[in-house]
Structures are given as C-alpha cells and as structure tokens.
C-alpha cells in the first residue's frame, strides 16, 4: 500500500525500480500534485531545502556536496546516487513542476558532470583517462591512445554508473546491445545530462559516441 505520497522516479519515466513493492504512489502524467511532508528542511528564513552543509565524510567529492546541501536529507553513499537522489524529492514532496526540484536536478547533474570529470580528467588526448576508463569497465588497457578509445568506444555502458563509483558494487555493468542499455537507462532513471556546460571533452566525446549511436539505429 502506498503512503500516498507521489515516486518521482515512476512520474517522470513511467518505470519504478521497485515496481509493485513501492511504498510510494505511482502516478503517470502527474501534474500540479502536492505533498506534504513535516519532515521537511525549513530554514528559519526562507521555506529553502537548503542550509548549512553536513560534516562531508573522508574523500568528499561533487556528490556529497550536492547532498551536503540538503541537511534535512539523511544521505546514504553507499546507495545508488539516482535512488537517492528521488528519495529525497520524494521526502521534499517535490512535484515535477515545483521550482525547488528543478533546481535540485540542474545541480544534481552538473555535480555529476564535475565528478566524471574528476575521476576520468577532461583532455581526450590525454591517455591515463582512457585507461582510467578501461580499468573502471573492468578491461586491461591496451597499449597506446587509439587502441584505449577502440577499446572504450565499442561498449555499452550507462555514464551514471561510471560516475557512481560508492553506490555500485563490483565492475560497471557492460550491455549486449544498445536497446539493453537503453531498457536499463529507462528501468532504472539513470538518466546522464546529454550536454552541459561543464563537460570536458573525455566526457563530450564520449556522449557524442552514444548519441551518433542512437541517432543509427
């Protein structure tokens, strides 16, 4: 049985990773819904989420700090960051209109372009991010840049993932085909921003990869 507030994840993508077990109600189309939550951050000058940041554990990075904005919201790092990031719209009771929420996602995003960029660097000449990325896919580097990028470009993996290196356990998941990364991307919201202004060109080239891949089939 629902609590009856609304899951952002099914509202927005009309898919649930819960399914059924959800607590949260799932509502296709949702606008204009409002809920109440008393739990909510309210800052004794303003009705803002935000206030002051939370001792960041040991090796923080961009992640944390978005979290860390958000003091009222009990992060968990070692949960998948885009499950943690709709638990707490849904504690906020955030519709898919509120401004708030809005907010919340553009800088959720951008923190997660500003951590891909730290863990994998930003020049596509520079061959140490290549390997980065092959260990990260769980593949020996090969020798040289060209033979890197080869080895990186014919996968197919979800950046979320690349980028949610406390959530995820064990080795990126790698798909068969571009439809099972796509059915993935979509059952889960694993949703990484196609462009932004932050984007090193690692990063570029590499969603430059997948979009001419989706533009073929």
């Given amino acids: 049985m629902s609590s009856g507030k609304v899951c952002f994840q099914f509202a927005e993508s009309g898919k649930c990773r819960f399914g059924h077990a959800c607590k949260y109600a799932h509502i296709a189309g949702m606008t204009g819904v409002k809920t109440k939550n008393p739990t909510r951050y309210i800052s004794h000058k303003s009705k ?3 206030g002051p940041k ?3 554990p040991t090796k923080p990075n961009h992640l944390d700090a978005f979290f860390a904005d958000y003091p009222s919201f009990r992060y968990n790092r070692k949960a998948p960051l885009v499950q943690e990031f709709y638990r707490m719209c849904d504690q906020f009771g955030w519709d898919s209109d ?4 809005k907010e919340a996602s553009f ?3 951008t923190a997660m372009v500003h951590q891909f960029n730290t863990l994998y660097g930003t020049d596509v000449n520079d061959i140490e991010s290549w390997r980065k990325l092959c260990l990260a896919l769980d593949i020996t580097p090969p020798e040289g840049l060209q033979a890197c990028r080869k080895a990186v470009r014919k ?3 979800n950046i979320v993932d690349l980028v949610d290196t406390q959530g995820c356990t064990g080795p990126v998941t790698i798909f ?3 439809g099972e990364l796509r059915t993935y991307t979509i059952d889960s919201g694993k949703y990484f921003p196609k462009e932004s202004a932050y984007a090193g ?3 570029k080239f590499l969603l430059r990869e997948i979009l001419n891949e989706h533009r073929r089939t």
């Fill in 107 to 109: 800088a959720f995003k």
């Fill in 48 to 50: 803002s989420k935000r």
């Fill in 98 to 101: 509120d401004e708030e929420k």
């Fill in 155 to 157: 996968l197919h993996v």
């Fill in 201 to 203: 060109g690692v990063l």
């Fill in 54 to 56: 939370h001792h960041v």
């Fill in 176 to 178: 068969e085909t571009l």
